[in-house]
């Protein structure tokens, strides 16, 4: 495989310390997961997909960023579509209301606050709120349910115009997406008030390597964190990590609790093999691209194969290993109707599952797989066939 920019990746620096990079694989240029098409033939736009490690502080990134503005401008996804994520995040807030006995005195911030899926348990609580998220559907949904959304790319100058202002702050999966997360960490510790407490959820690169979950990388990713490239980020800007979890969500991910206390108890993970992981991570990504394109071989024997949520990953998977379903369905009203780019699928709606009733369906968004596998009964009731490609691909028994 190569791409556009893979003579870069030996010669770039790292976008987070400046230092030396080692190319860890290149996926070629592709087209951005999210950017499904209005029509079957619109011209298909394709990046760099490249990764690399940095030798100096373990950061893993892609040499490529894609301007926020093409990659975020007409954002199909909302949170709240996952009721796995609004009920993580609900049981998460209720958790931290409790243990911090948060009230009307304090106050919850969101960075990448998407639909208001997690601030608006706060605003439930009585616990005043404030999200930023440029973008413009997501933050409509919002304000519509009451949680105040200021439209901006959050980075280092909007957390110094609301410095003092919070008394927590989430940064739910968008620490990967950010082109600088040290601006954005620094910006956020503007903004906590003393005491004040930092949730980072992110995916983990651990997990990721582990579980060979090569469809989850794609242009909005652009960092792939762990821990150890995470602490020095957050010391550098005054602030400790004070616990760690590990969270089953998104194929799993971290999550960080940081604050300024000077009691940091250096909370940690096991992490030891992740550079001799990321050392076999490209032969493991062709073996299994073979894997995959073989079984899905398998499957077409047996006539239309459908897949379940137009997820980015969904992209991502379908053009690495040359998978071609009939139709995909997802309950996003923003993503129906339109075309998946390169793959040539439309997205429909999940009723359209059951009045096909294609022999075999592909649960795409493979980390929902029970929640999909739950609102796809009739379709398997009447004799449908329902898959995940991850790690390996397998039928979901009922
Ligand atoms: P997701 O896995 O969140 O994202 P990514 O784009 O980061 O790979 O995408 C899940 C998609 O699946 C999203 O488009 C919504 C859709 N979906 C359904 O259609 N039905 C469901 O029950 C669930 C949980 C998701
Ligand atoms: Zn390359």
């Known amino acids: 495989m190569s791409c556009s920019d893979c003579d870069r990746a030996v010669q770039a620096a790292c976008a987070a310390c400046g230092g030396t990079v080692r190319s860890v694989v290149c996926l070629g240029d592709r087209p951005l997961a999210n950017a499904l098409l209005t029509s079957r033939h619109d011209e298909v736009l394709r990046y760099p997909l490249h ?171 652009r960092w792939y964190w762990s821990l150890t490239a995470l602490r020095p980020l957050l010391r550098s ?39 001799t992981m990321l050392d076999s991570f490209a032969l493991d990504v062709d073996d299994h691209v073979a894997e995959l394109s073989a079984w899905w071989a398998e499957l077409q024997e047996h006539g239309e194969v459908a897949g379940y949520g137009a997820a980015a990953k969904a992209t991502m998977l379908c053009t690495a290993a040359g998978l071609s379903p009939s139709f995909v369905v997802d309950s996003t009203p923003a993503k129906q109707q339109r075309w998946m780019p390169d793959v040539d699928a439309q997205v429909v709606s999940p009723s359209e599952l059951t009045r096909r009733q294609p022999a075999n369906c592909v649960i795409f968004a493979w980390n929902f797989a029970a929640e999909i596998a739950a609102k796809a009964r009739t379709y398997v009731d009447n004799g449908g066939a329902l898959w995940v490609p991850m790690p390996h691909p397998s039928k979901v028994s009922r």
Not at 95 to 104: I, K
Not at 166 to 187: Q, Y
Not at 248 to 264: D, E, K, N, T, W
């Open 51 to 221: 990764v690399v490690q940095c030798a100096a502080c373990k950061a893993v990134q892609l040499i490529t960023q894609v301007s926020p503005a093409v990659l975020f401008g007409g954002y199909p996804y909302y949170s709240s579509q996952s009721l796995t994520m609004c009920d993580s995040a609900g049981q998460l807030v209720n958790r931290l209301c409790d243990d911090w006995a948060l009230g009307r005195t304090h106050h919850a911030v969101e960075i990448g606050s998407n639909d208001g899926y997690l601030l608006a348990h706060y605003a439930h609580r009585g616990v005043p709120v404030l999200g930023f998220d440029p973008a413009d559907g997501p933050a409509d949904v919002a304000e519509a349910r009451g949680v105040r959304t200021e439209r901006v790319f959050f980075d280092a100058d909007v957390g110094h115009a609301h410095a003092g202002c919070a008394s927590i702050v989430h940064a739910n999966n968008v620490l990967a997406h950010v082109p600088n997360p040290s601006s954005v960490i620094e910006g956020v510790a503007a903004m906590l008030r003393p005491g004040g407490l930092f949730v980072i959820e992110t995916p983990w690169l651990r997990a990721l390597l582990h579980a060979c979950e090569f469809d989850t990388i794609y242009h909005e990713h």
């Open 237 to 275: 800007h005054g602030l400790t990590i004070d616990a760690v979890e590990l969270l089953p969500i998104h194929g799993g991910s971290l999550r960080v609790f940081a604050s300024r206390s000077m009691s940091g108890q250096n909370a940690s993970v096991p992490e030891h093999d992740i550079d």
